[in-house]
């Protein structure tokens, strides 16, 4: 199977989209790599309408044109159906086989889809309670109580259920970052759920930092115990000595050697358990990245 490369439409934000596609295409398949694109859940209508007719293979961050995100923990599976309808259609449009979402927040209140304003309306629908330190990261005792184990069998069942009613589809969970409410942050938290997994690098070295585990090893862990079927990739400037506030925890930057997460060593990790489909979620990410990426998952072995 051939190794995806796809950019994230969150590499969008500025120039000319259809030249960084076809730039970073070029280089992409002339090192034998198969190019894509992700759309991710903050795509406009006017960007999806630039890209939607170019011939080549897309996958979907859920949820595309639609007001709230998709909660697997809210109590009734028909609102999960509904939050999904609109992903769905788009997905038939696009021939895509392929969809991962963050489903696991813990509150039953709609949560509004706007990323450019995540933390605000991850406060606005959970319960304050979870703040760790009035931060917006969430209380770690959080993910020992029976409500969480709760509301983490609800997600586990809910995705079950969702993946029956697609099932030409593969539908993944995403990792999330340690934000408020935000259930899916450990190893252990992936592989309880059974289902297929996207691994996102940035979100797990935050979550590591925060719950205390070995960020590389729970990569592999990952790769091992889990049906990982992609991953985001981009640096993470988020420094060990993370203070828990912004701009640090969540930052999608270009690669760089210049921080602590060592890129190397994620690619290593990634290439040696065979993964073989990659997104750039990297805001405003370019042919550099795609170079930085494609160069270093070369030289090593």
Same mark, same amino acid.
């Given at each position: ?7 994230s ?13 076809k ?31 170019l ?5 979907v961050?859920?949820?595309?044109f ?7 923990a809210?109590?009734?599976?028909n ?8 992903t769905? &259609? ?10 991962l ?16 304003h ?10 304050n ?10 209380d770690?005792k959080f ?9 983490q069998?609800?997600?586990?069942e ?8 697609y099932?030409?589809?593969?539908i ?9 409410g935000?259930?899916?942050q450990?190893p ?30 729970g990569?592999?862990?990952?790769c091992k ?15 060990? &000595? ?8 969540d930052?999608? &930057?270009?690669? &760089? ?45």
């Amino acid at each position: 199977m051939r190794t995806r490369i796809e950019l994230s439409t969150m590499c969008f934000h500025h120039g000319d989209t259809l030249a960084k596609i076809k730039r970073c295409r070029d280089y992409i398949e002339s090192q034998g790599f198969e190019f894509g694109v992700q759309l991710h859940n903050s795509v406009t209508r006017d960007l999806y309408n630039k890209i939607k007719d170019l011939d080549v293979g897309f996958s979907v961050h859920a949820p595309v044109f639609s007001d709230y995100f998709i909660n697997l923990a809210n109590n009734d599976f028909n609102t999960v159906l509904a939050g999904f309808q609109n992903t769905a &259609s788009v997905m038939q449009s696009l021939r895509s086989s392929v969809a991962l979402f963050h489903g696991f927040f813990m509150t039953q209140k709609p949560i509004k889809n706007d990323p450019a304003h995540y933390g605000k309306v991850l406060r606005d629908a959970m319960d304050n309670n979870y703040r760790l330190n009035d931060t917006r990261v969430m209380d770690p005792k959080f993910l020992e109580t029976d409500e969480f184990k709760n509301y983490q069998n609800t997600v586990k069942e809910h995705m079950k259920q969702l993946r029956e009613r697609y099932s030409s589809y593969t539908i993944c969970i995403e990792n999330d970052f340690p934000g408020i409410g935000n259930g899916n942050q450990t190893p252990a938290h992936l592989i309880y759920l059974d289902c297929p997994i996207w691994l996102d690098t940035g979100h797990l070295w935050a979550s590591a930092i925060l719950n205390k585990f070995d960020f590389y090893k729970g990569i592999d862990t990952i790769c091992k115990q889990c049906q990982v079927i992609g991953v985001h990739l981009n640096t993470n400037r988020t420094p060990l &000595s993370w203070n828990l506030k912004n701009p640090d925890g969540d930052t999608h &930057s270009h690669f &760089s050697r210049e921080y602590d997460m060592d890129m190397e060593r994620i690619f290593s990790i990634l290439k040696r358990n065979q993964i073989t489909h990659y997104t750039m979620e990297v805001i405003d990410g370019d042919i550099e990245d795609m170079t930085f990426f494609i160069e270093t998952y070369q030289s090593i072995s």
